[in-house]
């Protein structure tokens, strides 16, 4: 076999197959609602009803993650019966495809 037609053959040589399987990736979005610090005994003593005071003032954006990587702003919407994310700000695509595959 010639080395032109193993090259062709071997999938991790394709740069097209490369970002075509990268494109295909499933990844974990999550819109953070707010953060807040609590002790053990605070935790414990949570129950139905509890309510928590979250950092985020009522009009600000909330932080939209992608895996674990902060990529944008957005505000939540209500699609149907459901919650969803309106963006707002949104970091440059290079930054997103930089943070999202850094492997460190």
Same mark, same amino acid.
């Not at 807040?36 to 605070?42: F, P, Q, S, Y």
């Given at each position: 076999m010639s080395s032109t037609k193993?090259?062709?053959?071997?999938?991790k040589k #394709?740069? =097209?197959l490369q970002i075509q399987k990268l494109m295909e990736m499933p990844v974990t979005a999550r819109l953070v609602l707010g953060e807040?610090? +609590?002790? !053990? #005994? #605070?935790i414990l003593k949570l129950g139905q009803g509890s309510? +928590?005071? +979250? @950092? %985020?003032?009522?009009?600000?954006n909330l932080k939209l993650y992608i895996? @674990?990587?902060e990529i944008a702003k957005a505000k939540s919407? %209500? !699609? =149907?019966d459901n919650l969803g994310a309106k963006i707002t700000e949104i970091s440059? %695509?290079?930054?997103r495809l930089k943070d999202l595959t850094d492997l460190e």
């Open positions: 193993q090259k062709r053959n071997n999938p #394709e740069p =097209g807040c610090k +609590l002790e !053990i #005994e #605070e309510m +928590l005071v +979250l @950092d %985020t003032k009522v009009k600000e895996n @674990d990587e919407v %209500t !699609i =149907g440059s %695509t290079e930054k």
